[in-house]
């Protein structure tokens, strides 16, 4: 059997690092790099610091407006599967790598396989949630990472033979890379463990001028009280720098990390604010409080059982709801005391279930 497997960003390229090495070692297996990300930061570190193999292809599309970038995936992504005429394609997540890699597949008549499959936040404005609907409605196996995506993918009428409920590789990821911990970006860095927030923002809803100033406004007047971390996604930081966004001193910006780092810095912090869908599987994982800056999530249940915390992108909002953890240390050892049901193994099991199809 003959895998293609499509991934183009930095969360693809972790949550698929448990599973390329278990692929490559069962089947023919190719691996295609779309170029949506390309910045060494964005990029290359996580091949390195994951020890994974080269790709067989990059694409090189690079950035562009959605249809630019997911059109110029399309025709280069054809290219590779009529060359390599694969029995399935696998794509991860909801980004225009993964929906290119989808719909190409499917227009070949190439049997695609979707992990993270029926991941919901039902906010059809965010191109994520266009992306993971078309992707799970072309894809013949749909690999759940829990429950409610079980549930949500039958809601909308998929064969249940084709939904596996297999759990989040980024267990896996995550759990690999602090085997790897060898850091102490804490003294270089100036920081003392857990009393730090670390603050990540980079949905295209968050980054446009006037959400990203009353983010970043809530944001300043919190780092009177405590100092913020801020590793900065290249899109965040280009439109901070182009509109001259005031960012406090205290406020320690820093260019995007590796995985390790970001892991070490998510660890050793108080509690992290995001919009990341990864950081707040990640914060779950860790046991780190989590506040989201959106006002919906496609990890919904982490909400419904107190893990992780909804706070939206409104002033007051961020400020009081970062007071009141502040101001209450119960509550953050509440939600730190919570266990969620991440457990490892969900790469294995992907792979287990994709030798059943051959
Ligand atoms: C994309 C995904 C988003 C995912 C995120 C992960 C889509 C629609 N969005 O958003 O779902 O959460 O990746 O990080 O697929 N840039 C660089 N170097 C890079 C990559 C990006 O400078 O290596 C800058 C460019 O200015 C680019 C901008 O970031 O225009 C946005 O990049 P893009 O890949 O279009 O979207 P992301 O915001 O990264
Ligand atoms: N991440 C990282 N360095 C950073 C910020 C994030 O390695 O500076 C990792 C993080 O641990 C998670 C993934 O990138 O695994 C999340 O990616 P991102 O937030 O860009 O996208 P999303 O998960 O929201 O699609």
Redesign the pocket.
């Known amino acids: 059997m003959k895998i293609v497997t499509i991934l183009g ?3 693809e390229i972790i949550k698929l690092s448990p599973i390329i090495p278990l692929i490559d070692k069962e089947f023919d297996h190719i691996l295609i790099h779309t170029g ?4 060494y930061n ?2 290359k570190i996580f091949f390195e610091e994951l020890g994974l193999r080269n790709c067989d292809y990059s694409l090189n599309v690079g ?1 562009g407006t ?1 249809s630019m ?1 997911t059109g110029k995936m399309m025709i280069e992504i054809e290219n590779v599967l009529l060359n390599e005429n694969p029995d399935w394609v696998i794509v991860q997540g ?4 993964t929906l290119a890699g989808a719909i190409t597949a499917s227009k070949l008549n190439i049997k695609i396989a979707h992990v993270e499959a029926g991941c919901r936040s039902f906010d059809k404005k965010m ?2 949630e266009i ?1 993971r609907i078309l992707v799970d409605h072309c894809s013949d196996i749909l690999f759940a990472p829990d429950e409610n995506a079980v549930k949500n993918l039958a809601a909308e009428g998929i064969q249940k033979e084709a939904i596996h409920l297999v759990g989040n590789t980024s267990v896996d990821a995550c759990l690999r890379i602090m085997d790897l911990f060898n850091l102490n970006r804490l003294t270089e860095l100036n920081l003392e463990k857990e009393n730090y927030i670390l603050l990540t923002i ?3 809803e968050n980054t446009e001028y006037n959400k990203l100033k009353e983010i970043i406004k809530a944001v300043n007047q919190i780092s009177n009280r405590i100092k913020v971390v801020f590793p900065l ?3 965040t930081k ?1 439109i901070i720098e182009d509109n001259n966004i005031e960012i406090s001193e205290n406020i320690l910006q820093i260019d995007p990390v590796g995985y390790k780092e970001f892991i070490w810095l998510l660890k050793n912090s108080k509690f992290v604010m995001t919009d ?2 990864g950081i707040q599987e990640e914060s779950a994982i860790l046991n780190v409080p989590c506040l989201i800056l959106r006002d919906n999530t496609e990890w919904e249940y982490l909400v419904n059982m107190g893990k992780t915390q909804l706070v939206g992108t409104n002033y007051k909002n961020i400020i009081s709801s970062v007071s009141d953890l502040l101001n209450n240390n119960w509550k953050l050892e509440k939600m730190k005391n919570i266990k969620a049901p991440l457990k490892k193994n969900a790469s294995k099991k992907i792979v287990n279930i994709l030798m059943q199809y051959q």
């Open positions: 960003t930095r969360p949506q990300h390309y910045s964005m990029d950035s959605h970038q909801d980004t225009n790598s191109p994520e992306n980079h949905r295209q996604h290249l899109r280009k990341s869908g």
